[in-house]
Structure formats: structure tokens, C-alpha cells
């Protein structure tokens, strides 16, 4: 008989449950490319794959194993991953929300994958980490930078698409008298879509695709 302590208990549950079989909603898809985004900005952290687990008996978040995240799968649903920590939008919203505008859940899980990092050098396997002091700064004004509400129609122009988006930061930028600017980039999906995480370079620093690029059918 194996015995556990609370903590191994969790871990061992979390690590043996099924894989998540959650609807995909633009929700779900935002925060798993959102949480990539943020990933991408670190060596340290690029490289980890992502696995969502069925957690409904389990009082844990995220557990780092090797390279791989196991990931309780609440965070996948809006209204779960606020049970414990509602936001404004949360206690006003009373039906399921599709547009994904909080960007403190993957704030969030990113400071909690840092954690895990951090113990995961300390006492497992003596991996090294690179994670600079900055890096929640940077994930959180990339984040803000993030086109929401993307909308592409055709225009009366032969092969001309008008794209709109809202931008979090726009009001912020105008209070300060800066106009900034985002760079649509328009591809195949039959072609391109296995680069869709590349990082891009602007202005000299490499920034997740999935934070920067917006994706459109073919």
C-alpha cells in the first residue's frame, strides 16, 4: 500500500486523470494560445507542452512533469476559473462567456508555471533555470497588447479584407497621447498554420506570434 501525503495525493490524481475532453469555445482556445504566447518569451519555459486533465476531484492547478504541464482543465471554462477568484466581469456576467478578455487568468497560471519551474530546479531534477526578473512584467504588457474581438469582412475592392479588433491597451496608450500601432499579417491556412507560433521580431525583440498575429481561413 502506498501511502501519501496530501500534496503527493493531488499530484498522483492530477497525473492519472483522463485527458480534458472540454468543448472548445474561443474561450478555451484563447487561453491555451494566450498561455503559449507567454510560454515563448522564455528559453526556459518555450518548450513545454501543454495537457489539459480532467480535474473535477482535484484541488490542484497545474503540475509540471519533465516538459510537460498537466493542466486542470477548470481553467478551460469561464466561469469555473473564476470560482475562486471573480473578477469584474464574472459577477456581472450571468451566461457563458465566448470573448476571451481576461488576462489575469493567464497571468495567473503563468506566475503558477514559474512556481513550479522554480521548485522543479530546486528539489527534482537540478534543471537550471533562465527566467529573468522581468518576465511576469513582460507577459503582462504583451498580454495587453493582445488584439481581442478580431473581425475580418470582404470590402467593395476586388481581394480586399477590412480587419477590426478592440485593443485593451488603445485607451490607455490615448491617455498618454500614443497612437499605437499592430501589424496584421494575412496567410493560408492550408500552409501556413503549423507557424502560427513562431515568434516574430519587432523592433529588435522577439514577440509570440499568437499574441501578435492574427490567423484567417483560406
Known amino acids: 500500500m502506498v501511502v501519501r501525503t496530501p500534496q503527493e495525493q493531488q499530484c498522483h490524481i492530477l497525473k492519472t486523470a483522463p ?31 501543454l495537457v489539459f486533465k480532467s480535474g473535477t476531484t482535484v484541488d490542484l492547478d497545474l503540475l509540471l512533469v519533465d516538459d510537460t504541464l498537466l493542466i486542470n482543465d477548470k481553467w478551460l471554462d ?12 464574472s459577477q456581472q456576467s450571468t451566461g457563458q462567456v465566448n470573448t476571451f478578455s481576461c488576462l489575469h487568468v493567464v497571468t495567473h497560471l503563468h506566475d503558477l508555471v514559474l512556481v513550479e519551474l522554480s521548485r522543479d530546479s530546486d528539489t527534482r531534477t537540478g534543471r537550471t533555470s533562465t527566467i529573468e526578473p522581468s518576465l511576469s512584467l513582460r507577459v503582462r504588457e504583451s498580454l495587453q497588447q493582445m488584439p481581442l474581438v478580431v473581425e475580418t469582412a ?18 490607455l496608450a490615448s491617455v498618454h497621447g500614443l497612437d499605437p500601432k499592430c501589424r496584421v499579417t494575412l496567410h493560408r491556412e492550408s500552409t501556413c498554420s503549423p507557424k502560427r507560433f513562431d515568434l516574430l521580431e519587432q ?9 501578435r498575429l492574427v490567423d484567417f481561413d483560406e
Open 78 to 89: 469561464f466561469h469555473e476559473s473564476h470560482n475562486n477568484a471573480p473578477c469584474w466581469l
Open 19 to 49: 485527458d480534458s475532453q472540454h468543448k472548445e469555445t474561443r474561450y478555451s482556445v484563447s487561453v491555451k494560445r494566450s498561455l503559449n504566447a507567454a510560454l515563448a518569451l522564455n528559453q526556459s519555459t518555450q518548450n513545454f507542452k
Open 154 to 171: 470582404l470590402t467593395e475592392a476586388a481581394c480586399e479584407l477590412k480587419v477590426s479588433w478592440s485593443d485593451s491597451d488603445h485607451d
Open 203 to 211: 523592433n529588435g525583440k522577439h514577440i509570440p506570434s499568437a499574441v
